[in-house]
């Protein structure tokens, strides 16, 4: 509760969540997607998965296995620093919203102690382990929740779906089960504006997207 992490694009960052100066953690490279808590950070970009201790250093680079077009993003680190979950998507790309949505990503499951790589959902995304023993994951607009059993690192059961209509980009759940999130009911796209040094905005004659 006393940091705040972030990304600028190229490099992974921490702020005091009471203000301050921004201190750099490590060189990421573009669209570099983290998690953080007390087992260490991993992260994902345009140049693989990689680990680093909660104290900092070198990041390590996970060996997960993926094809020569495809990307990870998204990670999470597993209690006890097992295992890592991520979401994988079949091309390469530093387009943000594309890494949300991408068609054909799944959800994959990489064991640190053995290096075996092995797929949970197919055609989910941004999955995310729950203290519950839960694992929640977007298909479309929807999310879902399954029984997972973190010791033998495999879905239990079923999956149900929980809500409809989540911006997969705009979603976060708090270990205590609070889930915050931004609805796609009514989007319409992005518009694009002139915007002067004054900060006034005038919008151009082009289709919302």
Do not use: C
């Amino acid at each position: 509760g006393q940091w705040i992490a972030f990304t600028d694009g190229q490099a992974l960052k921490k702020i005091p969540s009471t203000g301050g100066l921004a201190v750099r953690i490590a060189e990421t490279g573009p669209a570099a997607t983290a998690s953080w808590d007390n087992d260490g950070i991993v992260f994902a970009s345009m140049n693989g998965l990689f680990y680093i201790p909660t104290e900092g250093g070198a990041p390590q680079e996970l060996r997960a296995g993926l094809g020569a077009n495809e990307q990870a993003l998204f990670p999470q680190l597993l209690p006890g620093r097992g295992a890592v979950l991520f979401t994988v998507i079949p091309t390469r790309t530093n387009v943000p919203g594309y890494l949300a949505n991408a068609p054909g990503a799944r959800v994959d499951l990489l064991n640190l102690a053995s290096g075996v790589r092995h797929t949970l959902v197919q055609g989910g995304r941004r999955a995310q382990y729950l203290p519950t023993g839960h694992l929640v994951y977007a298909v479309g607009d929807t999310l879902y929740a399954a029984a997972f059993d973190a010791q033998r690192l495999e879905l239990r059961g079923a999956a149900v779906p929980v809500l409809k209509g989540v911006s997969v980009t705009e979603f976060a759940i708090s270990n205590e089960g609070t889930l915050a999130y931004v609805s796609r009911t009514g989007f319409t796209g992005n518009t694009l504006v002139w915007v002067d040094r004054q900060g006034h905005e005038q919008p151009l004659d082009a289709p919302a997207r």
